[in-house]
């Protein structure tokens, strides 16, 4: 056992000197990281015991300074675009996409405005198509039949050699 007033640090094991032979940590870091992890253990106790009363501080607390926490939040989003676009599509979708956007439509290869493309019955992420593809699935009513008639419909009118009206 050792003599009252030494010991060794609980954190980094260095040899302590201290006052009354109660304590456990040397001072300073060690200090702190020891009591940061002690308030960090209590604190999210609290708040799973008692969410609302968090949830109401943290209202009070941002009503107070509405203008500071909107420019943190512009601040944010203007650094992390790619992460703040893809948390809007899982809150909004429920799906799982890739965090950069690709720079190539997936269906006809071009690079122009590349979105997010989804299914509109059930909410999946389907990929990344550019704004004319996604146009095109989109006034047929995303109906995969009706693309095929109109895909026979342009090979017959091509395997004819007809000009269109307005082709000069």
């Known amino acids: 056992m050792p003599k009252r007033g030494t010991g060794v640090c ?11 032979g109660l304590a456990t940590t040397c001072k300073g870091e060690c200090w702190d990281i020891r009591d940061r992890r002690r308030r960090l253990v209590g604190e999210t106790r609290r708040r799973r015991e008692n969410p609302e009363k968090f949830r109401e501080q943290a209202r009070v607390r941002t009503a107070a300074d509405r203008e500071h926490y909107r420019a943190k939040g512009r601040e944010w989003y203007h650094a992390n675009k790619d992460r703040a676009r893809r948390n809007q599509r899982r809150k909004v979708y429920g799906a799982e996409t890739p965090l950069n956007t690709p720079t190539e439509c ?12 989804h299914c509109h019955n059930t909410g999946q992420f389907r990929g990344w198509i550019c704004t004319k593809c996604n146009s095109a699935a989109g006034l047929v009513g995303d109906n ?25």
Do not use: M, Q, W
Not at 10 to 20: F, K, P
Not at 145 to 153: D, G, M, Q, S
Not at 156 to 166: G, H, I, L
């Open 10 to 20: 609980s954190e980094c094991g260095a040899d302590i000197t201290h006052l009354h």
């Open 106 to 117: 997936e269906v006809c290869g071009g690079s122009g405005r590349i979105c997010f493309d």
């Open 144 to 168: 995969p039949e009706t693309l095929r008639k109109l895909a026979v419909y342009l090979e017959k009118a091509c395997d004819t050699n007809e000009v269109a009206f307005y082709d000069l």
